[in-house]
């Protein structure tokens, strides 16, 4: 169990955090008590070499290992995580589905709430989660395109004295979706937007599982990863998708998947035969392995919502092998899913969504929003922005929310906000679109989006609705795997269901489609909206949320550290700005 391993990699290396909460208690500073145990991690940020496609690159990861240790803990317990940045530039890290309540300070999006872990300096980390948070998150970083290379998995258990609301499984195992890219992938990033005003960012040569791309991948058919299972048991695998600009499916050849879970929430069990699952999403299925003893492939490849006419994306086939345990006669290759969809299958993926249903039960109740208090209509869109350089005037890639496609400030958002800085950001990013059209028509006006940085503020305890129309603008209308952080939501894609949606905290704005959501302001901070494809993020999909303090006791915890701010290095600003 490769993954097993790596946790004891990052766990209990305790003497840093002791003096770190006796410094805290001697300050009289310690103003939340710990619920539930304490877990403390090393994560050292550091390059390695590692061989992938018949070639060997260096490249960042946390504890040299790909993908990163998994935190494993229990429900109520809290986490400490001391970031050591070893590497050759800064680094910040997400803890990506985790509420942080109260706790902006540690949610980690540069630009947002700190800035990077400079070189050869550190910073701790304090990961809250939320008290009904359950399930499987994750982590990784959220500077640049590093999360590529530097992420992993955070698994939630029931509290001690409870149990999963499913009989229990026999085992588990966790298992990463990634991308994997030859090259660097943040000069390959930077090389592409400095190309010139229309070019793309990378596509990935290939798709890992546990690290590893599969026996169809060049010179990869000796290490693919590999599952020893018992015949009639159960397996929970935790799946998390950390590529970087692709939705995919998964399937396993000959066995049904039961999903029970996704982004640490429970959902009503039901049965498939293959998933679909965005970046930033999570999700928990049970297996049953009730198959002939033999060796099946569970293999996943991207769902591309796009225009079936665009030809730039990474059509590879990702494997890994079930491989059963006992006597009998090996099979000359895996056999392979033949119902896992192809790569433009949109009906089918949209159905596969329409089936989530949360538990809704007394252990794991639903509390939808019903007296609404603010409202938000926002269209997600590509487009271009106007740019001038020595007197010529050019067009530049652009994303937006409700036309403002957001420009990184020199300070962080939190930083500013909490300080009471001016000029650093604007309140008025807007409820609506700037006008109303045919949004998913043909008749497309030009010249609709500016870059600014503009946030939406809060007060406490609002109940807020959102509506977030998909767009044809470019015409190149695709799906939008949304991500808020420091919250979950109820939504439902076929409208809105009152009574047993689906609590997320990443979801898809369906191709030139809506999806509606709601949840209750009451987590004060800062949090960042953005959408989970890099290459989107990149250009200026996302926007800001300021939530209000309200009580004493339900406003944001005081600042115990931060880190310096340096000056941002061109090389690293990935968002251009293009007008002044």
Request: aromatic residues 12%; glycine residues 6%; charged residues 15%.
């Amino acid at each position: 169990m490769q993954q097993s391993r790596k946790e004891a990699m990052g766990s209990k290396k305790m003497g840093f955090f002791l003096k770190l909460l006796v410094l805290v208690l001697m300050s009289g500073m310690l103003v939340c008590s710990v619920q539930g145990d304490a877990h403390y991690y090393d994560f050292v940020l550091k390059k390695s070499n590692f061989t992938r496609l018949c070639s060997t690159k260096s490249m960042l990861t946390v504890n040299e290992s790909f993908p990163g240790p998994v935190i494993r803990i229990h429900r109520g317990d809290t986490v400490y995580v001391n970031v050591q940045n070893e590497g050759d530039y800064g680094v910040t890290i997400h803890w990506h589905g985790v509420e942080q309540t109260r706790n902006p300070w540690s949610d980690g999006p540069e630009y947002i709430t700190q800035c990077s872990i400079q070189p050869r300096t550190n910073f701790t980390y304090e990961v809250i989660l939320g008290k009904d948070q359950e399930g499987t998150l994750w982590w990784h970083a959220h500077s640049n395109w590093t999360r590529a290379t530097v992420h992993g998995a955070i698994v939630v258990l029931p509290a001690e004295g409870t149990t999963y609301p499913y009989p229990k499984p026999d085992a588990e195992e966790v298992i990463v979706l990634a991308s994997w890219f030859k090259g660097d992938v943040n000069l390959l990033v930077q090389e592409a937007l400095l190309q010139n005003s229309t070019s793309s960012t990378p596509v990935s040569d290939a798709y890992t599982i546990n690290g590893q791309p599969g026996d169809f991948a060049a010179c990869s058919n000796g290490t693919t990863y590999r599952l020893l299972v018992d015949y009639g048991k159960t397996y929970l695998l935790r799946i998390v998708n950390a590529i970087m600009n692709s939705e995919t499916f998964f399937a396993i050849s000959g066995h049904n998947l039961t999903v029970v879970g996704t982004d640490g929430t429970y959902t009503k069990p039901f049965v498939t035969s293959f998933i679909m699952i965005t970046p930033g999403q999570t999700m928990d299925v049970l297996v049953t392995m009730d198959q002939a003893p033999s060796y099946y492939y569970m293999a996943a490849r991207q769902f591309v919502s796009e225009n079936p006419e665009v030809p730039d994306f990474d059509d590879s086939n990702v494997t890994a092998i079930i491989q059963y345990r006992g006597n009998y006669t090996p099979p000359a290759a895996p056999s392979f899913p033949a119902n896992l969809p192809a790569y433009h299958q949109l009906e089918v993926a949209y159905s596969f969504l329409s089936q989530f249903r949360s538990l809704a039960s007394p252990e794991h109740p639903v509390n939808v929003p019903l007296d609404i208090t603010t409202r938000m209509y926002i269209t997600v869109a590509m487009n271009s922005v106007v740019y001038e350089d020595e007197g010529t005037t050019g067009t530049y890639i652009a994303s937006s929310l409700n036309n403002i496609s957001f420009l990184n400030p020199e300070m962080d958002v939190l930083q500013a906000y909490y300080r009471h800085v001016g000029g650093v950001y604007t309140t008025d990013f807007p409820d609506h679109p700037s006008y109303y059209f045919n949004f998913t028509g043909y008749d497309m006006p030009s010249d609709v989006t500016m870059q600014a940085t503009k946030v939406k503020v809060l007060n406490y305890n609002e109940s807020v609705e959102i509506i977030f129309q998909g767009t044809n603008l470019q015409y190149t209308p695709e799906d939008h795997p949304l991500h808020l952080h420091g919250y979950t939501f109820y939504t439902d894609p076929q409208g809105f269901n009152l009574v047993d949606p689906p609590e997320r905290n990443t979801v898809t704005v369906p191709q030139n489609g809506w999806v509606a959501l709601r949840f209750v302001a009451n987590n004060p901070g800062v949090w960042l909206w953005h959408c989970h494809l890099d290459r989107h993020l990149t250009w200026g999909m996302d926007t800001v949320f300021i939530v209000k303090d309200g009580t004493p006791e339900t406003s944001i915890l005081p600042l115990l550290h931060t880190c310096r701010h340096a000056k941002i290095h061109p090389q690293l600003c990935w968002k251009i700005s293009v007008i002044q």
